[in-house]
């Protein structure tokens, strides 16, 4: 599943943010990033799924801060400092949401062209298939694309939570 | 010139729900033959009939037509104000909002009843109500040819509403022949026109030997948008230029009351205590303002609330540093916090409508129902002008409904058995509002026979709800009555027996924080007793803490907090453990246990327990730490994550810190998730004898 406002991308290209995650560089649509926070201690929220790292306050506004290295079975690297909360604003078709990604650290934005981008080979990297929009290459350098929308899919959300209360 | 119209729709519908409401509560008391009240009701008609006339809802036009004619014969006393007329038109009211909600959804009306009703009122507009021997038109009007000087200036917005002067002047026309002077004088410089404004005014004089009424009619659409004098001018004379302007509203009013005094057979009119309510509405002034703006405000203070708490614990550490500003910190902070707190009480008081907002459902409701039932049944309120949280309010309809109902139609007897118990024949319902330390209570009281605590031990009984054995007091029977299962009513009529038990009113109103208790004395009537929080937005808690975990239980829950005792721990087949308290075995619930928490240093495992009640039933909570207890902001978990099972929302702490707020009805959902294997037994007993 693609997103739609990607495939549309117009002549000026279109604006990447990109973040680190166990030592691979992502990148992720700018248009639905709200700010960048430095990680401080979540609460926790009960019987939630292993990779929601809890809910924090954004200026009164409670949100859920989702662990990307648990999200995709990665081990914790307890050596890390300052890691970062990318604070997303997401449609998810009823209405919009603020949710946090937990990621080790924030790297740079990029502008991509949409002939840039190249389909991505199964496989390529240890996140999921299903998330990955494409690839682009950059100084040399390859850059994965996410799909912030099905990475936070609130069906997929409740669905592990069904799974994992029963 | 095109104007957007729709925009102003939203705002036509408020207002016509508004105000049928306000006329089906002035026609509950029109029996009273007061013409004030007609005149209200007529004038809200009109209302109805031109906004609906302005945005081309035709079906409402037309029929509000009918409806208003039969009022202006009754307004002009040309007929008697009867009982089937009055429920006629109380059939119409119900008709009008069928058709402005189909016209609001683009649909056509296609209810059988509309059809039916306007057929009534047109057969009963055409008999001739013969009532007033003496019928009189206004009696200081003139008859025969006159001459009329009409001063007619339209206010400059009087285009926006749909009306224009080249109409009114057309029909002005119809009734004689009519001379105009146009003053232009108004007229600004075309770089300041605005070509929606009307900048014109009218001299008109009219000869014609109509009514005053005639006139008036032709300008009853725009009486709010102009000034307007209308004189009578002796047949001969030109005297236009002497009119002074005033403005139409007291012109009109004027207009009103000769007309109430030309009627001769008024009935006096008896004081009424419900007249107050519903004149009530007319005398507050108020802007409608969008909920959202309101709620948008509560969060901000919300957040004022939490930042003053954190400077107050900033305050505090500064001056255990012996800072030397320290003191003087802390007190403009002590200052700023009694704002805040104002502030906040302010905000909220935004939201508190009075509880008259459910209560004015009523009265219709007992019309129909006592005439459906053959019961007569006198309606009466107090304190109603008692404040409530919209939100609670707006959930606390149908549970009233439901309690209401139950005293019409179980509590109420009919007016022969009144009579041979020696009651007056008619009975009393009796809706009650009030505060009480945090909280209203609405008590429905009714003078009718009372529960029957006989019937309901037999019914509960062969439900299986309760065995012989157990010794019950009258009051724990009669609470029986909003056991899931339980149903007196003998057959499923369409008032009360609706499938739809106590049980789910008990439960609606608990899922508000509310209780609902009900006390009653055979053959002497009923009391059901409903107690709120005055709001759902701030909670009452106590912070707890368990595995290292803050979080908070609604106080209201809590009945009793206390240092664990191993002693009086028990297990139970091996799998459960509970609680021996006050000579009551509660179940022992271990919140660690429930919400996956990790397991924490040995030395703060669950020292405490706090006793919470739940639908009557008691459940013992383990926790490591009791903290404060203080007023929380509620937030919803949902509004950006979603629902988690156990947990009633969020609450941001003093630190900026987020709190979870347990849900205890959820909690003990939860338990039963929980696998058997997985509850291992609290071993406490052993640990106790060692």
Redesign the interface.
Known sequence: MIDEEIIDIDEQGQQFLSFILAGEEYAIDILKVQELREWS????????PNYID????L??????VINLRKRFNLPNDHTLNNRIVIVLNINDGTRF???GLLVDSFSQTYDINEKDIKPAPSKISIIDDEFIIGLSTIDNKMLILLDVNQLLS?KE??LQ?TNH?? | MSIDLSQFIPTFLDESFEGLALMESSLLNIEQGDVDIINAIFRTAHSIKGGAGTFGFVHVTDFTHEVETLLDEMRDGRRDINKDDTNLLLQSIDCIKLLIEAARDGIECDNLNVVNVKKALEKTLKIESITNSNMVENTIEPKGVGQWAINFKPHLDMLKTGNDAINIINALTDLGTVTQTIDHTNIPELSSLNGEDCYLSWQLTLNSNCARSDIDEIFEWVEDECDLVITFVETSNNAINNITEQPTNSDIQTATEINNKSLPNVKATPEIATNNTSMSVFESASIRVGIDKVDTLM?RV??LV?TQAMLKQIGSDLLNHDHQLAAKLIDGLAQLESNTRELQEDVMRIRMLPVSFVFNRFPRMVYDISAKLNKKIELKFSGENTEIDKTVMEKIGDPLIHLVRNSLDHGIETPQERITMGKPETGLVHLKAYHQGGYIIIDIIDDGRGLNSAVIKQKALEKGLITNEQELSEQDINELIFTPGFSTSQEINDLSGRGVGMDVVRRNIESLGGHVTVASISGQGSTFSVSLPLTLAILDGQLIKVAN??YIVPLISIVESAQINNKQVKAVAGRSSVYLFREEYIPIYSIKR????PQTAEKYEEEMIVIVENNGQKYALLVDELLDQQQFVL???D????A????AG?T?LGN?????IIDIRGVIH?NQ?IKDDELDVVDYTAEGAA
């Open positions: 201690q979540t609460t926790l929220v009960p019987n939630s809890g809910v924090m306050n200026r009164g506004q409670i949100i859920p949401r603020l949710m609130s959300l409740s939570k209360v029963a | 969060n919300g957040e939490i975990e803050t429930l919400f996956s928490l937030k919803n978990l509004t950006n994550y979603m988690v099972d156990g947990i969020a941001i900026g810190n987020v709190a979870l939860l998730f």
